[in-house]
Antibody, heavy 116, light 110 residues
Framework: EVQLVESGGGLVQPGRSLKLSCAAS????????MAWVRQAPTKGLEWVAS????????HYGDSVKGRFTISRDNAKSTLYLQMDSLRSEDTATYYC?????????WGQGVMVTVSS | DIVLTQSPALAVSLGQRATISCRAS??????????MHWYQQKPGQQPKLLIY???NLASGIPARFSGSGSGTDFTLTINPVQADDIATYYC?????????FGAGTKLELK
């Protein structure tokens, strides 16, 4: 059974940093592209970043480019999102997802609140 | 960016057919591939993939869900609607980066 479990969320002040993790199991993690998708409270879904299966290619949405870094450790079957210079508009639930064009499996999400 | 437009809400009776539409600002089809996907999200839960590449049923999804369309116009159909289907439905395109989602259609009971 495919499982994706996010962690690392919480309350953080504007301008500070936070790092999210996503532990994967039930599939060969190193065979799949992965992504982060976020959802602000009561809002829709927004793709944040994607990373290729080997980690060599990354892509970012314009709203996070230059501030967020996606990475992965295939030996640990874990996906990461380093979030720097956080803003109030980054407040959202962050989901990790397997990315095949579609997002076929999603984690349960982790809440990030940016507030002073 | 490709903009996906969905109606905000749709009211339907149990046992009836629900048709949810998604219109793209430009074509999301390449050759025979229609790069539009559909998700269901219930309150407090993560999204779930229902349909991939416009018309392919995802694993474990009941056959009362179906998808159609090409180019810029796509449809998700639920027939018949059951109580468990009350949720918000999102379309997503992967034709062009960045991947974008529609704003969602909230399916409500009439």
């Amino acid at each position: 059974e495919v499982q994706l479990v996010e962690s690392g969320g919480g309350l953080v002040q504007p301008g500070r940093s936070l790092k999210l993790s996503c532990a994967a199991s039930g599939f060969t993690f190193s065979d799949y592209n992965m992504a982060w998708v976020r959802q602000a409270p009561t809002k829709g879904l927004e793709w944040v970043a994607s990373i290729s299966y080997g980690g060599s290619n990354t892509h970012y949405g314009d709203s996070v480019k230059g501030r967020f870094t996606i990475s992965r450790d295939n030996a640990k079957s874990t996906l990461y999102l380093q979030m720097d210079s956080l803003r109030s508009e980054d407040t959202a639930t962050y989901y990790c997802a397997r990315h095949l064009g579609d997002f076929d499996y999603w984690g349960q999400g982790v809440m990030v609140t940016v507030s002073s | 960016d490709i903009v996906l437009t969905q109606s905000p809400a749709l009211a339907v009776s149990l046992g009836q057919r629900a048709t949810i539409s998604c219109r793209a600002s430009q074509s999301v089809s390449i050759s025979r591939y229609n790069l539009m996907h559909w998700y269901q999200q219930k309150p407090g839960q993560q999204p779930k993939l229902l349909i991939y590449r416009a018309s392919n049923l995802a694993s474990g999804i009941p056959a009362r869900f179906s998808g159609s369309g090409s180019g810029t116009d796509f449809t998700l159909t639920i027939n018949p609607v059951q109580a468990d289907d009350i949720a918000t439905y999102y379309c997503q395109q992967s034709r062009e980066s960045p991947d974008t989602f529609g704003a969602g259609t909230k399916l409500e009971l009439k």
